[in-house]
């Protein structure tokens, strides 16, 4: 059982906590130019992590977590912050989450009124939309992540559902709109907030999160409670979430109106340079599929078969093959490992055939049971979103 009241003590953290000297300094190389980063701890409640920013926290995992399990460990699990104003306290026992705006009855619940509701539990990735951006050619503005900008949790929380019918959503409501406890950085700035459409507000899928992997979400992944939303970017599952608002007209807010939109075209990309499209808010993610055993560039045997593992994710549909490609040969099946529900990472095995002596290049690639594959060529936008190529990694055998 999750205890909510026991992180009260994590006012210990202090506001300083977040520009702590970082520890255990030591360099890691993304894989692309200016790709050199520190990984360090020092971070409330996590190890040690790939600093891409420290105000606001924007840290990656590193990538050799991803080969240890299917679920990412809530210590090492990818931090991303927009505003360097984030909750490093939260008493419990004063928190409310309000639900107002078309609602019958606004409501301000106490956490223990939210826990009261009945529980749902559900696997799923949370992916940044810019998850691994910094392999765009050209090269796209933002942070330059990795392909660690994503994470596998058993959430457990409560229907978002169950929480909009305590207020009633009053009929002609269009959307809801979703804020958490960090503020802009200056008067006038817009909240960082976003919004999903009643219906899918109230699919029964999404979910007010307490519990992550067995615990309390981490202060930095959004403690006390945040949104999850499955099958989508994480850029909508809002952490720390207090404020609920349900609108009657389009969320004309920035971050909504403004930022994370792709163009409107069937694959959600453009001509590289490209400026000017009709674009629409992102949504739902694509499928991607990674070697986990071995690190690109690696050594491995020569004339001996090679034993693969790695990791897949369907997007918004469950995994429904991976296959893997050495240089030119036809593609080859991977065995599909325990299957955790259609928004969870799935891990696959194979074992290819004996290698000759030089370099060889392995891709992997995930169809979805929507019959969604990865493409060959990544589909490029200028925000550098939904990135979902083919990865290909080289190994020399020897
Ligand atoms: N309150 C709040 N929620 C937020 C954000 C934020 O800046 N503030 N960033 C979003 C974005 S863009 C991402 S990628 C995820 C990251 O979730 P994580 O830090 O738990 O990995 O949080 C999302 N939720
Ligand atoms: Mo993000």
Redesign the pocket.
Known sequence: MVELSRRGALGALGAGAVATPLLAQDLVRLGFANGDRAVAGGFPEKGAMIVQRSRAPVLETPWDVYGRGVFTRNDR???????SDIPLSVDVAAFRLRIGGAVNSPRALTLGELLKLPRVELAAV?Q??GNSRGHFTPRVAGAQWGHG?M?NARWVGVRLRDVLDLAGVRAGATAVRF????RPPVEGAPW?AKSLSVDHARDGEVMIAFAMNGAALPM???FPIRLVVPGWY??Y????LDRIEVLTGADDNFWMAKAYRIPTTPDGGVAPGTKDFASTPIGAMVPRSFVTSVADGAVVRAGQPLSLGGLAMGGDAGVARVDLRVDGAPWQAATLEVDHGRYSFRRWTATLPPLARGTHSIGVRCTNASGVAQPEVAVWNPSGYQRGVIETIKVIAQ
């Open positions: 699990f990818y931090v991303r912050w927009h505003y949370n940044c939309a900008a994470g804020a958490g406890l960090d960082y930095l992944n959004g994480s850029t599952w809002i952490k720390a």
